[in-house]
């Protein structure tokens, strides 16, 4: 779980006196220089979290710098590997609180029960909180998911958030060639920004594409989605589906 200098910078605005929760621990991969650049302040301690990471420099301190820009962090794991995380695993319900700003750094798509974890990091966020995920979409093996921007567009969408933003990046920009034939695989990655713009219950949502088939047919549902924890809604959406010709 890493925010690179990218991540750190799409959030600078809102981490500054924040009541942050991050679901696992956020190491910094960046370099002091960059931090300093970002935040004003010069960092003083280091990790070698850069080893796992595979990257040559160590990393600034992630609490360090909650502390040097006034923000109280609180960090969830199902392991306290670096001894301050509170214990949680998200495959299973929780009440984390409730916060300005959650940080999914890259820990959603290890959960193998993702629809409950994505439950979890979004009912932590207060009404007008944020709510920021890197996830990974073409890095086979990396995790037990990867995910598409119409999971975000969906999830979010539905339930009434903003997304302020969507974006796909390369892990690593792909070699280009002027004149010589090259090849453009790459791994991508997510970055989703959304706002909590109302407090009503989540519902877990219908794939845009279905949605628009369903338009096209005359028979959308009354409302996007259908209420978690309804039992009934789980029949009637394989029941609605099949109705239709969806699988």
Known sequence: MALPYHALKRLEPLMRGARILSLGYPDLMCSADEIEKLFGYKPTKFTDAHEWHKVKNPFPETIELFEAIGAKAMIVDFT????IEKIADLNHPHDLGKFDLVIDPGTLEHCFNIGQAFLNAANAVRQGGNIFHISP???L???FWSLNPTTFHDFYGQN???ITELKVLPVAAPFVSSTERFD???EYLIRCLARRDTNRPLR????TKYLKKMASRHAAPSSSGFDIGNSSATATDGARNRAHGFP
């Open 160 to 162: 009434g958030w903003t």
């Open 80 to 83: 306290a590997e670096r001894g």
């Open 184 to 186: 453009m695989h790459t």
């Open 137 to 139: 979409m073409t890095m």
């Open 141 to 143: 093996n990396h995790a």
């Open 204 to 207: 877990w949502p219908i794939q």
